[in-house]
C-alpha cells in the first residue's frame, strides 16, 4: 500500500514563477483534498475534489491558484505567479467515501514549498 | 467566530501526567468529529473518531459533548512519544453528499522527562 504520493517533497522557487505540485491518491478513493498549512494559519482546505469533479474550491486564495483532476489517479495545484506569501506546506489527502458516514482522510507527506 | 477553535498551547507537561484539550466548533449541525496527530514536519494521521457517547483507545479518551459543541481528547499516563500536536477536526455533511472537512490549528503537546 503505497499511499498517498506527492510529488516533489521540496520545492524552491523564486517569486513570480509557477509551480506545480502533484498527487496520486490511493487507488480507490474517490474524494481528493489539498490542504495548506502554516504556523500562522494551521491546514486549510483549498480545495476538494469528489468522483474527479472540483465540489468546493472556495477556499482558494485566488485566481493565482489552480487545481485539476484529469482522471481518478491523479491530480495537480498550480500557482502562477508565485508569491512568498504562497511558503506553507501543502498537502494532497483522499478518502475512500463521498457521501455520508465517519470516514478517513489519508494525507501524502506533503510538499514543503518556498518562494524566495 | 472559527468553525473550529483550539488553544494552541504548548502543553508541557511531565512523563505519566494526565492531559486533556478541548476543542470548540461553532456549526451545531456538524455531525462528524476525528483527533489527528501530527508529529514535527510530517503528515497528519488519524488518532481516533469520536462517538457521541464517547470512546476509549488505550490511554487515549475521546468525548463529545453537543450541547456545548465541544470535543475533548484525554491522555493518561503520558509518554515521551506522545508529543506531538494533536489537531481537532470537523466533519459537515451537505445534500448531494459533498462533505467540508475543517481542522483545528492543533494543539502542541511536549511531554517532558
Known amino acids: 500500500d503505497a499511499g498517498v504520493i506527492q510529488s516533489p517533497r521540496h520545492e524552491v522557487t523564486e517569486m513570480g514563477q509557477e509551480v506545480t505540485l502533484r498527487c496520486k491518491p490511493i487507488?480507490?478513493?474517490?474524494?481528493l483534498f489539498w490542504y495548506r498549512q502554516t504556523m500562522m494559519r494551521g491546514l486549510e482546505l483549498l480545495i476538494y475534489f469528489n468522483n474527479n469533479v472540483p465540489i468546493d474550491d472556495s477556499g482558494m486564495p485566488e485566481d493565482r491558484f489552480s487545481a485539476k483532476m484529469p482522471n481518478a489517479s491523479f491530480s495537480t495545484l498550480k500557482i502562477q505567479p508565485s508569491e512568498p506569501r504562497d511558503s506553507a506546506v501543502y498537502f494532497c489527502?483522499?478518502?475512500?467515501?463521498?457521501?455520508?458516514?465517519?470516514?478517513?482522510?489519508?494525507f501524502g507527506q506533503g510538499t514543503r514549498l518556498t518562494v524566495v | 467566530r472559527k468553525e473550529v477553535e483550539q488553544d494552541p498551547g504548548p502543553f508541557n507537561v511531565p512523563e505519566g501526567a494526565t492531559v486533556a484539550f478541548n476543542c470548540t466548533y461553532s456549526n451545531s449541525a456538524s455531525q462528524s468529529f476525528f483527533w489527528y496527530r501530527q508529529d514535527c514536519r510530517k503528515e497528519p494521521k488519524l488518532l481516533m473518531s469520536?462517538?457521541?457517547s464517547g470512546n476509549e483507545d488505550g490511554r487515549f479518551t475521546a468525548q463529545l459533548n453537543r450541547a456545548s459543541q465541544y470535543i475533548s481528547l484525554l491522555i493518561r499516563d503520558s509518554k515521551l512519544s506522545d508529543s506531538a500536536t494533536y489537531l481537532c477536526v470537523v466533519r459537515n455533511s451537505f445534500s448531494g453528499g459533498y462533505q467540508k472537512v475543517t481542522f483545528g490549528i492543533g494543539t502542541k503537546l511536549q511531554v517532558i522527562p
Open positions: 489527502a483522499s478518502s475512500p467515501a463521498a457521501g455520508q458516514g465517519i470516514t478517513e482522510a489519508f
Open positions: 487507488s480507490g478513493h474517490n474524494s
Open positions: 469520536v462517538y457521541s
